[in-house]
């Protein structure tokens, strides 16, 4: 089964956001490397979210350019 890219796009963001909220709630002092991952995580939502972004716009497009019957 083939899934929607917007999907899939949709599913690695709400991890990475799961992600980032595990390491903000980590009881401890967080390190360099998890400061380190978190910024490397943070600029691949950025980067999912033009994505998104792109995949909507494109979609909203062809339905513009589709003929309207009423």
Request: net charge positive; proline share 4%.
């Amino acid at each position: 089964m083939m899934t929607d890219p917007a999907c899939a796009i949709k599913r690695e963001v709400h991890q990475l956001v799961d992600l980032q909220i595990d390491t903000l709630r980590q009881p401890s002092c967080l390190t360099t490397s998890d400061l380190l991952d978190y910024r490397v995580r943070s600029q691949k939502i950025a980067v999912l979210y033009q994505e998104l972004d792109q995949i909507r716009r494109a979609s909203f497009k062809a339905r513009a350019c589709w003929p309207q019957t009423f």
